[in-house]
């Protein structure tokens, strides 16, 4: 089975994937892999960890997955973490237009 490749040396990586850098749980937000995102957040796949200056949850709002959004901040994720420009979450979320995602991060507990 495919699982049993994954360990935690590999799935916090970053790969490189059309000219960006992504964790594995960042590519399977990127292509809504929902079954492997669920695995990698119960195994407790880094939340944090950011490729191209992006953590899972940036790539989350950037592709405009609400629910995706919800299940990692539910799982931990830092919704105040700042990029290597200072972005955060909600700043992608006014960026890319993702008002939905925007008001859902605004609602946040500060």
Known sequence: MMLNMLTTDNWNMCYDARNSSYTLLALTIKYEAKACFKTLVSEKADLEKACS?????????KYGQLDTVKALIFAGADYKAKNTSGRTAKDYAKTYEQKDIYA???????
């Open 53 to 61: 200056s992006k953590t899972p949850l940036m790539y989350a709002v």
């Open 104 to 110: 859902y991060l605004q609602g946040l507990k500060k």
